[in-house]
């Protein structure tokens, strides 16, 4: 079975300038979650979705949007880009049952550049 | 809030054991997570504890203490592989699915 997928694998991209990250889960999976990595740090929550519905958002500013389609594939814009966003961006899927584990399961990452 | 603690890194000789710790403040704790990371990949689900007690799973054993807010990742019989970040993560009661990660622990192994 595939895990899960993002695409781009990397980016490149100036200040000012908008993003789109895209995001496939697991077969079965009905919930994603977007994580923003910086160099040396764990994981930061950004936003989680089940069934296209919005269930969490993180301390993150209104430049960074996020959409969950039918198909349970994801996106992730970021508008307005800073420097401070080159990060390594990690979309996670799980089933997305309360209760019990839901582990999160994570895709390889897009690595965004802001130049 | 949360908080989060792990050591920032640790030495240890192949064969051996370590032991790497996570302290944690929350309110409505459910659930902590270890994940290993290697540079340049993404995390991978090494144990889940939710309840007190050990969870073992091969060479890697997860320990929780909720009343002290505490939990440890003991990985045995070490490897040259095991050279990774090891990620400890909270999830908490009304926040979804969403994870607090820690910082990370950088472990090395050494011959």
């Known amino acids: 079975d595939a895990g899960v997928t993002q695409s781009p694998t990397h980016l490149i991209k100036t200040r000012g300038q908008h993003v789109t990250l895209r995001c496939s889960p697991i077969?079965?999976?009905?919930?994603v979650s977007w994580y923003q990595q910086v160099l040396g740090q764990g994981p930061q929550f950004i936003f989680q979705?089940?069934?296209?519905?919005?269930?969490g958002r993180g301390n993150f500013p209104d430049r960074f949007s996020a959409r969950q389609f039918p198909n349970y594939s994801s996106e992730l814009n970021v508008n307005a880009l800073l420097l401070g966003d080159s990060a390594l961006y990690l979309c996670?899927?799980?089933?997305?049952?309360?209760?019990?584990?839901?582990?999160?399961?994570f895709g390889p990452g897009t690595r965004l550049t802001v130049l | 809030g949360q908080n989060i603690d792990q050591p920032t890194e640790m030495t240890a000789t192949e064969g051996a054991i370590v032991q790497i710790n996570c302290t944690y403040q929350t309110s409505g704790f459910n659930g902590l997570f270890w994940y290993q990371q290697h540079a340049g990949e993404a995390p991978t689900f090494l144990s889940y504890n939710v309840l007190d007690g050990l969870e073992e799973k091969g060479r890697f054993s997860s320990f929780l203490s909720r009343s002290k807010g505490y939990s440890y990742l003991l990985l045995k019989e070490l490897q040259m592989k095991d050279s990774a970040s090891y990620l400890c993560?909270?999830?908490?009661?009304?926040?979804?699915?969403?994870?607090?990660f820690g910082t990370g622990t950088q472990l090395k192994v050494e011959l």
């Open positions: 996670a899927s799980s089933l997305g049952r309360t209760g019990g584990t839901d582990t999160q399961y």
């Open positions: 077969s079965g999976h009905k919930s």
């Open positions: 979705y089940y069934e296209k519905e919005e269930r």
């Open positions: 993560a909270v999830r908490s009661t009304g926040g979804g699915n969403k994870l607090t």
